[in-house]
């Protein structure tokens, strides 16, 4: 199934290992990659651009009062979404495609002495299967109409949040620690947010990743550590709920547009996933190192 997983790794590896210093290189080309506007490319960002006027106006429509109510039920049921996310991503289902591709290992921590070209190649794996699952099923609830939104949404979460597991996973990180809990709620709120907020988010998560490189990170401050935390977070979320997905479609009513919001929401979550795991094990790694 991923016999290629191999022979593209070793090709890579062997490559780079000859012509220049993967992962320092990796490290520089994922900070040029943050500090660029289209960083998920120019369809993504044509689209936030054109529906930035109407993001604004949700701020305006939507009274801040029915943020504040929908946050708890909402944050209740995220959290459940992430646990039933995290079952797709257990260690044996991603040891066993590892395998599949040519990388025997015994459990998943042992990913993280694989090479990085290996991860990289297994991480982008992910997409393509995530990706055709949430075309079909926002076609499938095309006949719904307006109501799909209800259906829809849960299942666009929980097959975001299964994206960013699995690709933690490919770096070795389990889907049931503290920390990994808490990083992946982090690249979810990146992936739902836009504009400014956006910003402030990576520079949310470049700050837990440098704390989890110096074991710098503390539960208690952390989203799920207090209700207070957990309700901010969530309230955030609930923010970019309303702009980038129910505002947008209820207005619109497309499950034509829809279908192209969700792809194109799906490929910015395994962008930014796939990136900020991939710092996160370099910026480790490289800690690591000097100890």
């Not at 289209?38 to 009274?63: K, M, Q, W």
């Not at 998943?108 to 099923?137: C, I, M, R, W």
């Not at 709120?189 to 956006?198: D, F, K, L, V």
């Not at 979550?269 to 990136?275: A, E, G, K, L, P």
Request: charge should be positive; aromatic fraction near 10%.
């Amino acid at each position: 199934m991923l016999e290629w997983v191999k022979i593209k790794g070793i090709y890579t590896y062997i490559f780079n290992k000859l012509l220049l210093n993967t992962e320092e290189n990796s490290l520089r080309e994922i900070n040029r990659w943050q500090s660029r506007i289209l960083r998920t490319g120019i369809a993504p960002a044509a689209i936030n651009l054109a529906f930035s006027p109407l993001d604004e106006l949700t701020d305006i429509v939507i009274p801040k009062k029915w943020i504040d109510k929908a946050t708890l039920p909402v944050a209740k049921v995220i959290f459940d979404l992430q646990k039933i996310s995290r079952k797709f991503a257990l260690e044996k289902s991603v040891l066993a495609i590892a395998k599949k591709g040519g990388i025997p290992l015994n459990k998943l921590a042992d990913l993280k002495e694989v090479p990085l070209e290996y991860k990289d190649v297994l991480a982008k794996s992910f997409f393509g299967k995530n990706v055709l699952y949430t075309t079909v099923q926002s076609l499938g609830l095309s006949t719904a109409g307006i109501a799909s939104i209800l259906v829809d949404l849960p299942l666009i979460i929980t097959q975001s949040l299964k994206l960013i597991f699995q690709t933690g996973a490919a770096y070795g990180y389990s889907p049931d620690t503290d920390e990994n809990k808490e990083f992946a709620l982090r690249v979810f709120s990146i992936t739902i947010a836009s504009g400014h907020e956006q910003e402030k988010q990576i520079k949310k998560i470049d700050c837990l990743i440098r704390d989890l490189a110096k074991q710098k990170f503390k539960r208690a401050s952390g989203v799920l550590a207090s209700k207070k935390n957990t309700l901010s977070f969530a309230h955030s979320i609930v923010r970019g709920l309303f702009k980038k997905h129910i505002f947008r479609e209820a207005l619109f009513l497309g499950i034509a547009v829809g279908t192209v919001l969700n792809y194109y929401f799906v490929k910015e979550t395994s962008i930014y996933s796939y990136m900020f795991y991939r710092k996160r094990f370099l910026i480790e790694k490289k800690e690591g190192s000097k100890k």
